[in-house]
């Protein structure tokens, strides 16, 4: 199989994707998917995602759902999917509301009140862990959650959080993505909700979801993964996840990472594998090979020269996006390649 979700098999960081002889599917028993970006966008299935996850289930691999975003509840989540035509139950989704509700339900005593800046997933999730959703920072909670609530939610709650928080109460985040990809294209996320709150407060809040361990320990705990593949789209959340919780990870190109960034990733945002879209999780991956002009992947020659990434040859674009990647990565070491990528990558119909 791969290389480790760590980048590494000696303690150095990842300089190439790994390679797979099995279909991804069977060599791993549970792919642990993102939703936005990765099976829809918009609330419309992405291509070639229904059939892909269908086909994954059919041949024995688990499929859990596990999202940042923390609006909707899993039964709502597994509603939506079944609606797409992906058969999911509420037991199949793992959301960052559930994460940060076993966080703070850990810190706070049973039947506490939290005061709730987010939306109805984040307010089942604290029931579901025997606490209290409230409110007003009258009420005397003794914890704030704040999560995703939607492009409508009032400006007043975020009034709410600071009013709590600055009397002394810990504030909880489930997240902090400062964007989210919608039909309409890309939209502020929990992320730049929590930074008003961080503006006016000055405080700091303790963060359960994607990349952080506490959203990884919930998925495992729920799911019972032995040997799991996270499947994502962001580089930052998805995979750096992955990265924290030592397992691999399968980048697809169908929500917000374009080839600049992902040939630009740092160790901790390489992701074990990379393809189109889900059909990834269908077949095996191919190697990377060193050669004395570079980096070699299905017909594509890279190379890193002393201004940009080269790129020569013809084929699947994924493979020369590949090859790119090891040239890039293996120049850039432990940090960020700044080498020129955009004439190469305008090679690439991606």
């Known amino acids: 199989m791969s290389q480790s979700a760590s980048g590494t098999r000696d303690g150095a960081p990842r300089v190439r994707p790994g390679s797979s002889t099995r279909a991804l599917s069977e060599a791993y028993d549970t792919a642990l998917l993102d939703l936005d970006g990765v099976v829809y966008a918009g609330g419309h299935a992405i291509a070639h995602a229904v059939e892909s996850l269908a086909d994954a289930r059919d041949g024995g691999m688990g499929l859990a759902y596990v999202t940042n975003n923390a609006l909707r509840t899993p039964d709502a989540v597994a509603e939506h999917l079944t609606e797409l035509g992906i058969p999911t139950g509420a037991d199949d989704v793992i959301t960052s509301a559930q994460a940060v509700a076993r966080l703070i339900s850990e810190q706070v005593p049973e039947g506490a009140r939290v005061l709730v800046i987010g939306g109805e997933g984040l307010r089942v999730a604290l029931r579901e862990r025997g606490l209290e959703p409230v409110d007003s920072a009258d009420d005397e909670p003794v914890a704030v959650a704040q999560g995703y609530g939607g492009p409508d939610m009032a400006w007043k709650r975020f009034s709410e959080a600071c009013y709590a928080i600055a009397a002394g109460v810990p504030w909880f985040a489930s997240n902090t993505d400062l964007t989210i990809p919608s039909a309409r294209g890309i939209a502020p996320g929990n992320g730049a909700a929590v930074e008003v709150v961080r503006i006016a407060t000055g405080a700091e809040p303790q963060i359960a979801g994607k990349p952080l361990p506490p959203m990884h ?124 990528s955009a004439k190469a990558l305008a090679r690439l119909d991606l």
């Open 217 to 340: 320990r919930e998925t495992i705990l729920r799911t019972g993964a032995k040997t799991p593949l996270v499947v994502g789209d962001r580089l930052d959340t998805d995979i750096e996840g992955a990265f924290n919780g030592e397992v691999d990870s399968l980048l697809v190109l169908t929500g917000v990472t374009d080839g600049a960034q992902l040939l630009a990733a740092p160790p901790q945002h390489r992701p074990t594998y990379v393809d189109r879209d889900l059909r990834g999780m269908l077949t095996g991956q191919p190697e990377v090979t060193e050669e004395q002009s570079g980096f070699g992947c299905g017909g594509w020659t890279a190379t890193a020269g002393d201004e940009r990434l080269e790129l020569e040859g013809d084929g699947d674009a994924v493979d020369g996006l590949r090859a790119l990647c090891a040239a890039a990565w293996t120049a850039a070491g432990d940090g960020a390649c700044e080498l020129d």
